[in-house]
């Protein structure tokens, strides 16, 4: 068989957008099939074709040959079609097991009645997690997992459902380096299988180690189809974002000889002890960047400072003067801004307008007793979130749009803009590029350059090796739960932050 799948003029409009027009696409058995686009070009949205979400308005497709106008969820899974979602669809409450078996639980009879057949549910799931290189074991709570773990799982279900054509959609955007070349590992096997694999990702440097063909997708419309070995990626840039871009960093503000420390954290320990003794000063004019592994404490030392978490000692002072933080309100009263890495479970209202959802902290912040007591005033709200939205090139027909209906890169730069809203003196963003296209993240870089110019300061938890030496004017490294090193802006490379982030493991 030369196809696994071909789609052909696929259109899918949507309440006055239209997200496909007339795109087509196809996937042969044993490739990976990168698709590249810009927040909101309509990737999600044709491979949600495939999952049987989406009944396309029009165009045709042929899976394994066969003739098909829309498939439905059950008829996606029949034809071996399998994906992992953008937004994660694990169930918190139940065991990394049963995740993996949901709607095909192994039974035993026991006096003729069917049960549920622990041990060898167990001992399947054992199986597709050593594939997957998760180290747990089958009977733990899903919400007890990092992000990272519960991605894993995500790739554990898949393949318990014996896939032939496989969707990853973003599957890297909370995986460390380690758990991303461990994926890769996993793909290659998968190619050799002859499964085909539909890869979604906006890290370019992604296309050339894992990629054979690549797709370019813009405002709904196809770019076109080259194969990786004949590309450079840079020139798939141009491709995606209609205007030439570079991977555009703001060089680092020289530091003036005596700073001004404005904020300050002292022997900070949470009552986990995820994080340990975390001390640090961050100057006005600053962009401080957190490097590390992922899980090496850096989100859960900034939950502790926000309030997040409870803390068993440690002190947070700003301008000075010691701050009683209880929890993440009484913070942002007193002059600090958190965008969470989990922004999708934190902080975020599905069925609110653009204008709304950034409005929503602002009003926190200016009212007195708490919740939303105090006046409001929708113009100038409406005008900020105008602001916002088109510094972040937000992709949407207007700030009354549902958040819900945006795309995922789209909805995250609405939770940034409701931070950066915030009139806050201390910015603490955690991975605050991830999902985000490559337009885009110059925009946030250069939002946040000139906060600092403003006399505000920025900490930025990053995974992204060269965003933290591109963006950063220093660089604190974590490792398992502490801080091990600082490196001014100058000093630092690659190899050292490594280096210092596995030394305390
Ligand atoms: N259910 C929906 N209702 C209305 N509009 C929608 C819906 N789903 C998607 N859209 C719109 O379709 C367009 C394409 O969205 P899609 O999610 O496919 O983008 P994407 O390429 O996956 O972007 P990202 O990189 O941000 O994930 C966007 O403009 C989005 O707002
Ligand atoms: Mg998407």
Redesign the pocket.
Known sequence: MEYLVQMHNMTMK??G?V?LDKVSFDLRPGEVHVLL??????????VKILSGINHPTEGEMFIGGTHFTHLTPAMSKDNKIAIIY?ELSVIDELSIAENLHVGKLPTKRILGIPHVDYAKMNEHAKELMDKVGIRRSPGTLVQELSISEKQMVEIAKALAADARILIM??PTSSLSVEETDNLFDIIRQLKADGIGIIY?S?KLKEIKRIGDRVTV?KD?KYMGTRDVSDIEVEDLVPMMVGRQVQERFLRPTPPEAEPEVLFSVRNLTRRDRKARNISFDVYKGEILGLGGLIGAGRSEAMEGIFGVSPISEGEVYLHGRKLEITNPYSALKQGIAFVTENRRETGFFQNFEIWKNISVTTNLKKSRFGGFTGLTDEKQEREQATHYSEKLRT??WGIDQMTV??????QQKVIVGKWLAVNSDVFIFDEPTK?I?VGAKSEIYQIMRDMVDEGKAVVMVSSDMTELLGVCDRIIVFSNGQITKTFMNEEATEEKILYAAVSAY
Not at 37 to 46: H, I, P, R, V
């Open positions: 949507f309440a957008v997200a686009g810009e927040n909101g070009a309509g990737k999600s949205t044709l953008q959609d973003e979604i906006h997708l709904g992709k949407c209906n945006l795309s995922g890169g789209n999902g296209d």
